[in-house]
Nanobody, 121 residues
Framework: QVQLVESGGGLVQPGESLRLSCAAS????????VGWYRQAPGKQRELVAA???????NYADSVKGRFTISGDNAKKTVNLQMNSLKPEDTAVYYC???????????????WGQGTQVTVSS
């Protein structure tokens, strides 16, 4: 079973920075992409940033220029550096892995438990 553990959330003031980390463990046969999603109260979960196994990145328009995603396939970790945080970035952030746990599995999404990020003065 794939396990994803996030860390690094917290309470910060507008303009400050946070770095989220996610470590994957368990049975992982292959990883197509890893990323971060977020869900604010009353809203749908949305993609924040993702990176493929070939290093191609994708960012939500709202975070371009402020957030940077990086991954280490060997260590099975993915980080999200968040700068110039705004109150509208407040949400629960979820780590996502898109891949296969075993060679015969279909491609699936795996999720962490989420970490709260609150941006408030």
């Amino acid at each position: 079973q794939v396990q994803l553990v996030e860390s690094g959330g917290g309470l910060v003031q507008p303009g400050e920075s946070l770095r989220l980390s996610c470590a994957a463990s368990g049975s992982i046969f292959s990883i197509n992409a890893v990323g971060w999603y977020r869900q604010a109260p009353g809203k749908q979960r949305e993609l924040v940033a993702a990176i493929t196994n070939s290093g191609v990145t994708n960012y939500a328009d709202s975070v371009k220029g402020r957030f940077t995603i990086s991954g280490d396939n060997a260590k099975k970790t993915v980080n999200l550096q968040m700068n110039s945080l705004k109150p509208e970035d407040t949400a629960v952030y979820y780590c996502n892995l898109f891949g296969r746990a075993r060679s015969y599995d279909t491609l699936s999404d795996y999720w962490g438990q989420g970490t709260q990020v609150t941006v408030s003065s």
